[in-house]
């Protein structure tokens, strides 16, 4: 959450800065365009893909990291097999701006009669929005006159932010099957200072051959037959799950066993958290400001984190341009009496203020680094401390551990955001490896409550209110989301939300002004609730469905098949309850036995009640599980079917006049 221990972090690059580099001249681009094989135009399918739109026929990718600026030359050759294949014609080059810039496009389609035709178009420079809100800066463009039966091929250079070295990666899983592929990295070396660089892998296809330096110092591997990567709803991290080779560079020797690696990690990280809140005289007489010496315990802890939490964190921000950022000239602070004086601080250095303040308050507390599971599952065997890319404090409170991120904006206190909850962490010391467990909070902590009052009208439209209660880290990623928004952008948030969650058309209008810039565990909006035409009519009987609120879980899990584990960012629960007055003179014939789905780590429970003149219905899921495997998906999906029946069960109503012997 925010910019912490490591500069950017993206689902391409992971960027690591270590130290400036010497001057030395960039080589040129190496790639260009391939010659036009007759076999590659003749081609109508792949026996290794069948049924695919479009497969790629070459990939290679040439990384060079001795220059000024670290550079990397791509290419790819893709061929159109149908109709639906014309799509990939639009092509978006993802970059990160101010740590890289995509030059050197160079592009062109060739027709199944071999015919060439250059890409002369306008690329342009777009902000590409993904499912839930990750946005990511491209180059798109789209090449001209592609065919079935076509191919078309483009190249260029991601060139990297000056004096630099980047911690380099090779993703070789792509969203289409890939008949061959060639990669090759010239690592950055230099005769003035000892800069090493080790890779792994993981997940290579069968054929690939392993990355292997050559007696010229280039790391050089091949692959064919790469499969094409399935996305799935409710998978793991796509990082976690795609082949790939990772390079990391380090000034030190890299150290072959797991044990030794770690303690010099946590010796050096240790020493440099002390360097930061160690003036423990500052911070007492702050934590004097703060707290009562007649508080109790958690009243102190929970009192110093909503101070922290009040000051300034520069890490939930927009990003300020070149020029905002020479206009501010905000120094880094050296420890955490300056971020306390100045009061502000990156969400890094406020966790560890807090830190400093507990400490001086005379609380038992260590210092955390942890790896984010955004993008990756971290494990201490692959001895790579980047991904330890989040700080966290751990208490000691009557025996109990406390995990506090105050540097996480809107975080309550005692909870973590959710991609740092159930990971493993480095409790920081100089003498020795240590390894916690973040806590995992359950179902019940992260909850959408619906809570409703309606109206039924003579011609099956409902009309009334809506209360939605949003708890823990529900919460948390609405504020985080919206952090940005104005009033009206966050009121059609939420409007569109409470839509979304109802199977048919409905009017949802916010009334109140829910409360984003808090840390309170809750956020709280009330709405006008419109529902035209939800009852239908079967002879002199009308008929209500039960699931009200069931449209989010209409569709989870629909295919058959399952290629990856199943994963939930963290555990949660649906609650709804509402009551509908039916119009006068009408009855409740009968409503749907009692349902109760316990699968132990999910949980479904149905009720309709009769209750005289109203309709009483409440409807609850929880879902306390993580990640499991995909041969258990089978039992999964047949609970959220299963699920999905008991919703769609419904209520048989009387109109007035209608007698119940008819």
Known sequence: MGQRRVLSSCLWISIFVLFPLLLLPSSAAAVGFQPVSPDELKMTSAPQAPGAQAIILYREVERDDRGNTAHEDDYFRIKILKEEGRKYADIEIPYVRQQSNVVNIHARTIKPDGTIVPFDGKVYDKTIVKAKGVKYLAKTFTLPDVEVGGILEFYYTLDFSERYVFDSHWILSNELFTSSAKFSLHPYSSGNSSINVRWSWHLLPAGATQPTEGPDHIIRMTAVNIPAFQTEDYMPPENELKSRVDFIYSDEEFEKDADKFWKKVAKKDDDRMESFVGKRKGMEEAVAQIVSPADPPEVKLQKIYARVQQIRNTSFEPEKTEEEQKRAKEKPPQNAEEVWKRQYGTGYELTWLYLALVRAAGFESYGVL?????????????????????????????????????????????????????????????????????????????????????????????????????????????????????????????????????????????????????????????????IPGWITGAGKRALFPVGLFSAPEKHIFDHADRVHPIYFTYPFERSDDFTVDLPLGWQISNVPAPTKLDGHIVVYTLQAQNDKSALHVTRTLNVDILIIEAKYYGALRNFFQTMRAGDEQQVVLLPGGTSASN
Not at 381 to 399: A, C, I, P, Y
Not at 402 to 413: H, R, S
Not at 500 to 518: F, Q
């Open 370 to 530: 942890v790896s984010d599971r955004q993008n990756y599952f971290f494990s201490p065997q692959t001895m790579e401390s980047n991904r330890l890319d989040e700080n966290v404090v751990l208490v000691k409170l009557n025996g109990k551990d406390i995990f506090c991120d105050p540097g996480t904006a809107f975080v309550p206190f005692g909870m973590l955001p959710w991609s740092e909850t159930g990971v493993q962490g480095l409790r920081l010391d100089k003498n020795s490896v240590s390894w916690v467990q973040t806590s995992l909070p359950p179902s019940t902590e992260s909850e959408i409550a619906r809570k409703a009052v309606m109206r039924l009208s003579e011609t099956g439209e409902m009309e009334g209110k809506l209360t939605v209660t949003y708890t823990g880290l529900e919460a948390v990623y609405r504020r985080i989301q919206e952090r940005f928004a104005d009033d009206t952008e966050r009121k059609k948030f939420l409007e569109d939300e409470v839509k979304e969650s109802i199977p048919v058309v409905s009017e949802a209008e916010l009334t109140n002004t829910p409360d984003w810039k808090d840390s309170s565990p809750s956020l709280v909006a009330e709405f006008n609730l419109k």
